[in-house]
T-cell receptor
Framework: NAGVTQTPKFRVLKTGQSMTLLCAQD?????MYWYRQDPGMGLRLIHY???????AKGEVPDGYNVSRLKKQNFLLGLESAAPSQTSVYFC?????????????FGQGTRLTVV | DQQVKQNSPSLSVQEGRISILNCDYT??????FLWYKKYPAEGPTFLIS?????DKNEDGRFTVFLNKSAKHLSLHIVPSQPGDSAVYFC???????????????FGKGTKLTVNP
């Protein structure tokens, strides 16, 4: 049982390049989320999805796009990477969105934009 | 506007003693409060939670206290162990009347170091 798997785990991008982070969960969870963690800032919600085919903006959505074409996958895209997007990105999933005690997080993707 | 605040970025305690991690919040509408634990190079994992209608919840060595009038909660770890060394995040969310919940709001985290 893998839980929540993020790929890649590390990536270095040049400013202006694009990339997609993949989050996959095998728990049949409806809700999926992308967070970023920056030093001294806690975790901030970028985008989230309440079900297959749906997406919504979180606290810091600018510069990111997401897609949830399959229930088990939630993709986070950076169209034109900027140094300000250097961060650790975490994906999470939960069953219903109620009861965050059941939320599971991936191991994170460390992204550096130079 | 930071709704969940952890004002101590770090805390160091001796093994066997009590660790007390504090968290303050500004939104009186939060329904649940949670603590997550995060080790380096890993994602956060759920530790313990408390409903806004309770003032204490205990799970083994971990106890969370909620003081609604002061908008303050704390996590007590007794006795502290070196394996407890991690970053602890306080978080909160509100239940929606139409079902579901609002997003989880995180504090900035407190790094706990338990010295042998």
């Amino acid at each position: 049982n893998a839980g929540v798997t993020q790929t890649p785990k590390f990536r270095v991008l040049k400013t202006g390049q694009s990339m997609t982070l993949l989050c996959a969960q095998d728990m049949n969870h409806e809700y999926m989320y992308w967070y970023r963690q920056d030093p001294g800032m806690g975790l901030r919600l970028i985008h989230y999805s309440v079900g297959e085919g749906t997406t919504a903006k979180g606290e810091v959505p600018d510069g990111y796009n997401v897609s949830r074409l399959k229930k088990q996958n939630f993709l986070l895209g950076l169209e034109s990477a900027a140094p300000s997007q250097t961060s650790v990105y975490f994906c999470a999933s939960s069953g219903t969105g109620v009861g965050w005690t059941e939320a599971f997080f991936g191991q994170g993707t460390r992204l550096t934009v130079v | 506007d930071q709704q969940v605040k952890q004002n101590s970025p770090s805390l160091s305690v001796q093994e066997g003693r009590i660790s007390i991690l504090n968290c303050d919040y500004t939104n009186s509408m939060f329904d649940y409060f949670l603590w997550y634990k995060k080790y380096p190079a890993e994602g956060p994992t759920f530790l313990i939670s408390i409903s806004s209608i309770k003032d204490k919840n205990e799970d083994g060595r971990f106890t969370v206290f909620l003081n609604k009038s002061a908008k303050h909660l704390s996590l007590h770890i007794v006795p502290s162990q070196p394996g407890d060394s991690a970053v602890y995040f306080c978080a909160a969310y509100k239940i929606l009347t139409q079902g579901g919940s609002e997003k989880l709001v995180f504090g900035k985290g407190t790094k706990l170091t338990v010295n042998p």
